[in-house]
T-cell receptor, first 109, second 116 residues
Framework: GQNIDQPTEMTATEGAIVQINCTYQ??????LFWYQQHAGEAPTFLSY??LDGLEEKGRFSSFLSRSKGYSYLLLKELQMKDSASYLC??????????WGAGTKLIIKP | ETGVTQTPRHLVMGMTNKKSLKCEQH?????MYWYKQSAKKPLELMFV???????ENNSVPSRFSPECPNSSHLFLHLHTLQPEDSALYLC???????????????FGEGSRLTVL
């Protein structure tokens, strides 16, 4: 079966760096997404990786290793507003999106 | 005005009620989706409409009935639901159904459904 694994919850300190990991086993691969979802709000797109390597976008970076079935989202200079759930999703060979259960990130002052 | 709007935001219904969820997108997209989000579970794709045609129905019980009258509007009709159907129902849109623009989805804020 197809599966996406990510930690259920993480805690980090304001101003610090946190890395949220995502591993996947899917039938084929056509890209990996990260979405951010604040409590009671819509998920919003953060990043898309289809080739190996690091994509940087301001304080957020996303890394992909297709050979390892692995990605991470790196958040730098954490702010309180970064408290949210982070959803990892992979597009398989049929362009179906397979979702992880999300990682709830708690930022403490 | 937000890109994808869902109403109502909250709904409480009994098991014998009939209600509908509404989704409207103002992004000019051609594909629309219904997802179910339950606590600590992955998003579950329910239905996909591409150019108003239903292209996906992921073994969803018949008590959920979608309707897509045009590419901007999507409904989810609810009838004789069960308590386990309580969840957040998210609507999303994308430029097209597969592979376009990296497949980025634009979500509404969801309708929180409670079935008593």
């Amino acid at each position: 079966g197809q599966n996406i694994d990510q930690p259920t919850e993480m805690t980090a300190t304001e101003g610090a760096i946190v890395q949220i990991n995502c591993t996947y086993q899917t039938s084929g691969f056509n890209g990996l997404f990260w979405y951010q979802q604040h409590a009671g709000e819509a998920p919003t797109f953060l990043s898309y990786n289809v080739l190996d390597g690091l994509e940087e976008k301001g304080r957020f970076s996303s890394f992909l290793s297709r050979s390892k079935g692995y990605s991470y989202l790196l958040l730098k200079e954490l702010q309180m507003k970064d408290s949210a759930s982070y959803l990892c999703a992979v597009t398989d060979s049929n362009y179906q999106l397979i979702w992880g259960a999300g990682t709830k990130l708690i930022i403490k002052p | 005005e937000t890109g994808v709007t869902q109403t109502p935001r909250h709904l409480v219904m009994g098991m014998t009620n009939k209600k509908s969820l509404k989704c409207e997108q103002h992004l000019g997209h051609n594909a629309m989706y219904w997802y179910k989000q339950s606590a600590k579970k992955p998003l579950e794709l329910m239905f996909v409409y591409n150019f108003k045609e239903q292209t996906e129905n992921n073994s969803v019980p018949s008590r959920f009935s979608p309707e897509c009258p045009n590419s901007s509007h999507l409904f989810l009709h609810l009838h004789t639901l069960q308590p386990e159907d309580s969840a957040l129902y998210l609507c999303a849109s994308s430029p097209s159904g597969t592979g376009d623009n990296g497949g980025e989805l634009f979500f509404g804020e969801g309708s929180r459904l409670t079935v008593l």
